[in-house]
């Protein structure tokens, strides 16, 4: 409850209370007063008229016939002279009467001598009739006659005050009474009428005190609320406002204190975002730092050029800080979006993002942000895509907003140069973000200046990746001298579609990031290597248009170990895995696969040639090798090797659709493949069309 508030509720009730008290107290003093005042009248009058009466006459009334008899005329005259003279007063008496000792045994201890009431009325008693208080409904004692006493009688025809005075005769004796009554249920009638208009009084008089109070308070504490507000104001962190003197000068010296206050936390405000600046650019550039460290570990981390690139990009938005971006790689006149990221699109749309990404090419005409890019060699920068002034020579590609529904602001393209001067692409960032997620404006001179250095580096990570790309496909292609359907496309297929399932099993089991990103490396290179052991198998066998005999197939069946001798010293983990992956590509799930557990041991003699020199035999078959006891890459590569073959098409078949290989692939679960990687296959199978589309 605000200051205010209760100010106000205890003032009003004080007042009430204190109105109520008083009206209470003043009621019944005015009660007891007045009760008191009309016992004397009753007594002084009732002594009157006894004083007046001649005895005689009275002890003489005591029937009904007395009625007639000229005393009760003569005391009848009396009483009913006394109540009109009386009935002018501020409260009339009502009955005047006399009484005489009981001789009909009266409660009270007489009997009705002379009634006031006229004889006609309904109300006039005769005389003899015991006087029993009217009847009263409150037990009374007897009237004591011998000297003068007021009561208070209530009976049907309502409350009174009753006062008796004794007539004497000369010698003391008491021959009667005289009773005189007063209606007190009027008397209090109006007494409680002046009670309630007491208490409304009382409620006037405290809406009264409530609006003084009201008008007291706001003025008292209106200098209190604005000091409230000034603090408020400072406390919110605009230290620019001042308090005025002029309606505050009864705080005059707070009114100082706190002016001064509020310009001492204002330049120790400007200070702190001083230093929060200076620390924000601290932080961002060793953001940055990390991030360009990061490509330099790359260069001797990351092997696949794929995978790099992912990586490169994944590192420039951390260095700017993007909600998105992409690389868009130089296949001749042409550049082809081939790498996607994006934080804000869910999965479903990143996915349909990414087959945006493999069928959008941009032609190096200039006429796009990117296309300039590539083909100037500068970086461009578009604060706001959708409103590129016109005389600038190059537009926005919406193509890949409307087909996920994103929407791209502020773009920045560098150019990927090589440190011969060759263009091998560009790195493309959307949407600036703060550190709580909230969009940037646009880019600013030092993010383009980070990136600038950023692609250098980068570039060189990349040629250096190349080379590794170049080596592994140099192989490959002496593989396709001996076998056509061992194309490039193929085994970058292949290779594409084991990344994906391998990707699908670590999301799967929540694999560490940094293994994923070591193993997917080593993956992609190792299955793009798994049939390079066809280069040692004869010409006869490889070639062969016809059916292979059992032994052809045996011969075939050499080119894995043919391929893992090529690896066997296993000197690094891409030995290892090209060794594990060339050699059990072709074990099944079930066990019925080959060469099962074979021993290669280093440095020995492969046992078929280069020069397609003939196949060695052994005399028992190796153990079997089954289940999970087949290395892990082993068993990815098998099923994206099966997948591309059934999928593409071959000198001895056509392509089969993809409900029929899905079918085919699904029915050799668990006996020619890992349940598990089916699984997975199956849950990602729009990124499988999507390597697909770009291997096409």
Same mark, same amino acid.
């Given at each position: 409850m605000k200051l205010r508030t209760k100010i106000k509720v205890v003032t009003m009730?004080? $007042?009430?209370?204190?109105?109520?008290?008083?009206?209470?107290?003043?009621?019944?003093? #005015?009660? *007891?007063t007045l009760d008191a005042s009309l016992q004397s009248r009753v007594e002084a009058i009732a002594v009157t008229v006894a004083l007046e009466l001649p005895p005689a006459a009275l002890a003489s009334i005591s029937s009904a016939k007395s009625a007639q008899t000229p005393e009760y005329e003569q005391l009848e005259r009396i009483v009913?002279?006394?109540?009109t003279v009386n009935q002018t007063a501020a409260f009339p008496l009502r009955f005047v009467y006399l009484l005489v000792p009981t001789d009909e045994h009266a409660t009270s201890g007489w009997d009705l001598a002379v009634d006031s009431d006229p004889r006609d009325?309904?109300?006039? $008693?005769?005389?003899?009739?015991?006087?029993?208080?009217?009847?009263? %409904?409150?037990?009374?004692?007897?009237?004591d006659g011998s000297v003068p006493? %007021?009561?208070?009688?209530?009976?049907?025809? @309502?409350?009174? /005050?009753?006062?008796?005075?004794?007539?004497?005769?000369?010698? &003391?004796?008491?021959? @009667?009474?005289?009773?005189?009554? /007063?209606a007190y249920r009027d008397f209090v009638a109006q007494l409680d009428w002046l009670l309630w208009w007491a208490c409304t009084l009382a409620v006037i008089l405290s809406v009264v005190m409530y609006t003084v109070v009201e008008v007291a308070i706001n003025r008292l504490l209106r200098p209190i609320g604005q000091l409230r507000e000034f603090i408020s104001t400072i406390g919110a962190g605009h230290f620019d406002q001042r308090l005025d003197t002029n309606p505050l000068t009864e705080f005059l010296p707070v009114v100082n204190e706190l002016n001064t206050m509020a310009s001492q936390l204002g330049e120790r405000a400007k200070l702190v975002r001083k230093n929060a600046e200076l620390s924000e650019n601290v932080t961002r550039q060793s953001t940055r730092l990390e991030a360009i460290a990061d490509v330099d570990a790359q260069m001797?981390?990351?092997?696949?050029?794929?995978?790099?690139?992912?990586?490169?990009?994944?590192?420039?938005?951390?260095? %700017?800080?993007?909600?998105? &971006? *992409?690389?868009?790689?130089?296949?001749?006149?042409?550049?082809?979006?081939?790498?996607?990221?994006?934080? #804000?699109?869910?999965?479903?749309?990143?996915?349909?993002?990414?087959?945006?990404?493999?069928?959008?090419r941009i032609r190096l005409d200039g006429g796009s942000i990117c296309g300039y890019a590539a083909l100037t060699g500068e970086s461009v920068v578009a604060d706001d895509a959708y409103h590129i002034p016109a005389d600038r020579p190059y537009r926005f590609n919406p193509e890949v907003d409307q087909s996920t529904g994103y929407r791209t602001r502020a773009v920045l393209a560098i150019p990927l140069r090589t440190s011969a001067g060759k263009i091998?692409?560009?790195?493309?960032?959307?949407?600036?973000?703060?550190?709580?997620?909230?969009?940037?404006?646009?880019?600013? =001179?030092?993010?383009?200046?980070?990136? #600038?250095?950023?692609?250098?580096?980068?570039?060189?990570?990349?040629?250096?990746?190349?080379?590794?790309?170049?080596?592994?496909?140099?192989?490959?292609?002496?593989?396709?001298?001996?076998?056509?359907?061992?194309?490039?496309?193929?085994?970058?297929?292949v290779a594409a579609y084991s990344v994906v399932l391998y990707e699908g099993l670590a999301r799967k089991h929540a694999f560490d990031s940094a293994r994923v990103q070591r193993e997917r490396d080593t993956l992609r290179i190792a299955a793009m290597l798994h049939d390079v052991g066809k280069v040692g198998i004869p010409d006869? /066998?490889? =070639?062969?248009?016809?059916?292979? #005999?059992?032994?052809?197939?045996?011969?075939?069946?050499?080119?894995? +170990? /043919?391929?893992?001798?090529?690896?066997?010293?296993?000197? *690094?983990?891409?030995?290892?895995?090209?060794?594990?992956?060339?050699?059990?590509?072709?074990?099944?799930?079930?066990?019925?696969?080959?060469?099962?557990?074979?021993?290669?041991?280093?440095?020995s003699t492969p046992p078929g040639s280069l020069g397609g020199v003939g196949v060695s035999s052994r005399s028992e078959p190796p153990p079997i090798m089954q289940g999970e006891g087949i290395p892990l890459f082993a068993r990815i590569v098998a099923?994206?090797?099966?997948?591309?073959?059934?999928?593409?098409?071959?000198?001895? =078949?056509?392509?089969?659709?993809?409900?029929?290989?899905?079918?085919?692939?699904? %029915?050799?679960?668990?006996?020619?493949?890992?349940?598990?990687?089916?699984?997975?296959?199956? +849950?990602?199978?729009?990124q499988m069309r999507s390597v697909a589309a770009r291997y096409s």
């Open positions: 009730g004080i $007042t009430v209370v204190l109105t109520v008290t008083m009206t209470v107290v003043g009621y019944w003093s #005015t009660r *007891s009913r002279g006394v109540t009325s309904p109300d006039w $008693t005769i005389p003899g009739t015991p006087y029993n208080f009217s009847p009263s %409904v409150v037990p009374v004692a007897p009237i006493t %007021v009561r208070h009688l209530d009976d049907q025809w @309502g409350s009174w /005050i009753s006062g008796y005075a004794p007539v004497r005769t000369a010698d &003391g004796a008491v021959v @009667g009474l005289v009773g005189v009554d /007063i001797n981390e990351i092997q696949d050029i794929d995978i790099l690139i992912e990586a490169i990009l994944a590192d420039a938005r951390r260095l %700017v800080g993007c909600d998105a &971006g *992409s690389v868009l790689l130089r296949e001749g006149d042409e550049l082809l979006l081939t790498y996607l990221q994006n934080d #804000t699109l869910r999965p479903t749309r990143a996915d349909q993002a990414r087959l945006v990404a493999t069928s959008t091998v692409g560009v790195l493309q960032l959307l949407n600036p973000v703060e550190k709580n997620g909230e969009p940037r404006l646009g880019f600013s =001179k030092e993010d383009i200046d980070a990136v #600038t250095h950023f692609s250098s580096a980068a570039t060189v990570a990349l040629e250096r990746a190349a080379l590794t790309r170049s080596i592994v496909l140099r192989m490959i292609r002496m593989a396709e001298m001996r076998d056509p359907s061992e194309t490039a496309h193929h085994v970058n297929r006869a /066998i490889l =070639k062969k248009a016809g059916r292979l #005999t059992a032994e052809e197939y045996a011969g075939m069946q050499k080119h894995a +170990e /043919i391929g893992a001798q090529l690896f066997a010293e296993r000197e *690094s983990v891409l030995d290892r895995s090209a060794f594990e992956v060339a050699l059990h590509h072709h074990e099944r799930w079930d066990g019925a696969g080959y060469p099962g557990m074979v021993t290669i041991p280093p440095s099923v994206a090797d099966v997948f591309d073959a059934l999928s593409s098409k071959r000198q001895y =078949k056509d392509a089969w659709p993809e409900d029929r290989v899905l079918k085919e692939m699904s %029915v050799n679960a668990g006996r020619q493949f890992d349940p598990e990687l089916i699984e997975i296959l199956l +849950e990602n199978l729009p």
